[in-house]
């Protein structure tokens, strides 16, 4: 924030309000305070998300796989949707060490 900005809502808000609204901007910036911090709660907020969905997208094919019959056309489709969803399950279960190698080679080692 600017500090003009600072300055009115120090004007317009009750004391306590704006001592509540500094303690929520400081602890704002020291979860904020690094790339790094930054990709490690980005990585642990999404991380079960994504599990989920790549989970379920698996399920999915496999049911569709299962009800296919003896339509080729279905079987193929469903095999082709297993296999993109194994790969996003890969993905997901591989993103840390994906994210680990992206920040060691940004940090140079």
Known sequence: ???????????????????????????TLLVLGSISGFFSNLYTALTAFVLAMATFFFAWAALLYM????????????RANLYVA?????????????????????KGQ
């Open 1 to 27: 924030m600017h500090l003009k900005t600072i300055a009115t809502a120090a004007a317009l808000l009750h004391p306590t309000q704006f001592a509540a609204l500094l303690q929520t901007m400081w602890n």
């Open 67 to 78: 009800t296919a019959n003896q339509n080729e056309n279905h079987r193929v489709q469903a």
């Open 86 to 106: 194994l790969g996003g399950l890969g993905l997901a279960l591989l993103a840390q060490t994906i994210s680990g190698l992206i920040s060691g080679a940004a």
